[in-house]
């Protein structure tokens, strides 16, 4: 399993010199299986470029999305592969009373905001509530579960043999009482993230501007760090930047947070900021570093 970032930018795209080396395209990860399956988890901005990147003789893919916020779903309508007869695609999401998964997107693609409808795009295209048991997807275990975010939220864990990737990009899962003062059972995503080769979490705020944002959906750097290191995850990618954090901010707050994971015992190589076009590293990071 391989998983490369195409948009690592929360709440806004943030294009622009000040966020080259980051990226300023929002949440969109690539997901690849040794059988040759592709999985993307969320179709925000990032999604565009992953579509043309993307091999025109590709079956069948599997889209996942946490939510639908706009930086989430924005990138689907330049999706190339949409536009493919020959492509099949079949689009996850959260369930809703409110309304179904294939009408809640189709409030975004149709008219006024998009010149297709839903209806129009030439893929075979299906559109599935996340199980609530786990379900296979080629050479992979999947597994969904709601978490503390506005508004229906998934996060995903993709299990293929020895490797796990946890996806959970908007958490909030220390609102309301600190990490340290809750039971396994009662943080949300624990069961998502436990024991994870790969945890991709959502870490949009400094510790300073948390408290101007209690309740928003996300994660200041220290409850990032608790939640991680609470699971047991073997790495971890600071994940879903605020579009104000420009590179150089970018830069320092990775370093301030690298220290405090060596001083809740992780170990410097675990710990990941991710950048557009990234590649993520599953295994765990050696005791020893070879010569």
């Known amino acids: 399993m391989k998983a490369t970032v195409w948009g690592a930018r929360g709440s806004v795209p943030a294009p622009g010199p000040e966020t080259n080396r980051y990226g300023g395209n929002t949440s969109c990860v690539h997901v690849s299986l040794d059988d040759?399956?592709?999985?993307?988890?969320?179709?925000?901005?990032?999604?565009?470029?992953?579509?043309?990147a993307m091999r025109p003789e590709t079956e069948r893919i599997h889209i996942l999305l946490t939510h639908l916020h706009m930086d989430h779903i924005q990138g689907l309508m330049f999706f190339a592969p949409l536009f493919r007869p020959e492509t099949d695609v079949v689009i996850y999401g959260p369930a809703s009373p409110e309304a179904s998964l294939l009408d809640r997107i189709a409030r975004y693609i149709s008219a006024p905001l998009s010149p297709v409808e839903v209806r129009e795009l030439p893929c075979q295209v299906s559109f599935l509530d996340a199980p609530d048991i786990e379900w296979q997807i080629g050479s992979a275990t999947v597994?969904?579960?709601?978490?503390?975010?506005?508004?229906?939220?998934?996060?995903?864990?993709?299990?293929?043999?020895?490797?796990?990737?946890?996806?959970?990009?908007?958490?909030?899962?220390?609102l309301g009482a600190p990490l340290e003062a809750l039971e396994d059972e009662w943080i949300s995503g624990y069961a998502l993230a436990h024991g994870a080769s790969l945890l991709i979490h959502d870490c949009q705020y400094t510790d300073d501007e948390y408290p101007a944002h209690v309740g928003w959906g996300h994660s200041r750097v220290s409850d990032t760090l608790a939640?991680?290191?609470?699971?047991?995850?073997?790495?971890?990618?600071?994940?879903?930047?605020?579009p104000m954090h420009e590179d150089d901010m970018l830069d320092e707050f990775v370093t301030e947070a690298a220290a405090r994971w060596m001083a809740l015992g992780g170990a410097p190589a675990a710990l990941a900021i991710a950048r557009e076009r990234q590649s993520l590293e599953f295994a765990a990071p050696s005791a020893v570093t070879p010569p």
Not at 145 to 173: C, F, K, M, Q, W
Not at 227 to 242: E, P
């Open 36 to 52: 040759g399956s592709d999985l993307v988890l969320d179709a925000g901005t990032g999604i565009r470029c992953l579509g043309l």
């Open 143 to 174: 597994h969904a579960n709601s978490v503390a975010h506005r508004g229906p939220t998934l996060g995903y864990r993709i299990t293929e043999g020895d490797s796990s990737l946890a996806y959970i990009p908007d958490h909030e899962p220390a």
């Open 227 to 242: 939640f991680a290191t609470r699971v047991s995850v073997r790495r971890l990618a600071l994940f879903h930047h605020d």
